[in-house]
């Protein structure tokens, strides 16, 4: 069986180390040299193009040597950059990258025989285009549910790339928001949601088959957001982008930054909604306000809990609990909100993110 916990880990990142702390080995490497006059973002496409690119049993790694402006005087200062992946750990790739498997990955990037350098040197290094995944096992049912909740509360845009892609192929099935090369990090951050279990045995199943034999990948799906650069780590509270700084992140810490993301592309606005005919006045407005936050994905319960959370009187409390029950045992209870409600609030559960009203 896979590692089912649901922390938030590193999947990806790009790393530059600086030249001067490294042994070239492979000469090739010579042919890869990328300068740039100032970083943009195409960097990340023009080094994937430019790298020197090993790809085994659908592992794929790149190694290139990297230019960087350090002033606007023509100075510059040479890396290596290579971009990695948690597949590298192979048959535990579902545990992502942590400091507790860090030098497995190292130990990986040293059988290139590309470059030398030391463990020391490879966690001092800086990161770039990091990706953060967050698993959770569910049933086909609820992850749809949970799409149907991002699609139903997603912030509406009329401009390109705000908004959200559904993709339901044969291929990968799930909802992006925003894109990796983004600009707009701080208000439009890239987040990505789809079933892992799908992706892994169409779009990486060389890699499934050659290392996941034996470890059940039934019902994965997968939350993904990306923090681009040093402005966005500090956009997010991270104060320094070196690997080992990244690495000793909370969980907590990581969950939260899930959370922000999550929370820039729901839209908190209110829509309409029909009521049942017959209903007294008070049984119409209890009924509203139960079914507005369950549009927004609250289950009842949470809603309950957080509607009498203010009452200090028992009896009273236990008087509108009760009233609150009748309506959703009557109008409410079992229908395909409710049951949607409850998968969704199972899903943001497992990963940690509490679905609730603030």
Do not use: W
Not at 208 to 221: E, N, V
């Amino acid at each position: 069986m896979i590692n089912t916990n649901t922390n938030t880990e590193i999947d990806s990142f790009k790393l530059r180390i600086p030249y001067n702390k490294v042994e070239i080995i492979d000469e090739k490497l010579e042919g890869t040299k990328i300068t740039y006059v100032v970083e943009t973002d195409e960097i990340l496409k023009e080094f994937k193009d430019n790298a020197l690119k090993f790809k085994d049993n659908g592992i794929s790694t790149r190694f290139a040597i990297e230019v960087m402006p350090t002033d606007n005087k023509g100075a510059t200062k040479r890396y290596l950059t290579m971009l990695i992946n948690a597949k590298l750990l192979k048959e535990r790739y579902f545990e992502g990258i942590t400091k507790d498997n860090i030098e497995v990955v190292y130990n990986e990037l040293m059988e290139y025989n590309v470059a030398r350098f030391s463990l020391q040197t490879f966690l001092e290094g800086f990161t770039t285009d990091t990706d953060f995944k967050t698993d959770v096992n569910c049933t086909l049912d609820e992850f749809e549910d949970m799409m149907q909740y991002f699609k139903f509360n997603a912030r509406s845009s009329n401009q390109i790339g705000v908004g959200y892609q559904p993709f339901n192929k044969k291929t990968n099935k799930g909802l992006q928001f925003s894109v990796r090369e983004t600009k707009q990090f701080k208000t439009n951050p890239f987040l990505k949601i789809y079933r892992k279990e799908i992706e892994l045995e169409h779009k990486s199943k060389e890699f499934k088959d050659a290392y996941l034999k034996g470890q059940s990948i039934k019902g994965i799906s997968r939350f993904e957001y990306t923090l681009k650069n040093n402005q966005h780590y500090k956009a997010v509270g991270i104060k320094s982008n070196t690997l080992s700084h990244l690495l000793g992140l909370s969980d907590s810490v990581k969950k939260n930054i899930l959370k922000e993301t999550i929370n820039i592309h729901i839209d908190s606005s209110i829509k309409k909604m029909k009521v049942k005919e017959g209903m007294q006045p008070m049984e119409m407005l209890l009924h509203n306000l139960i079914v507005m936050q369950m549009k927004q994905g609250m289950s009842f319960d949470k809603i309950t809990d957080f509607a009498l959370s203010t009452f200090t009187d028992k009896v009273a409390k236990s008087r509108k609990k009760t009233q609150l029950n009748q309506i959703y045992n009557e109008y409410i209870k079992g229908t395909k909100r409710d049951v949607s409600t409850k998968n969704i609030d199972s899903i943001f559960s497992l990963i940690g993110v509490n679905n609730k009203v603030e």
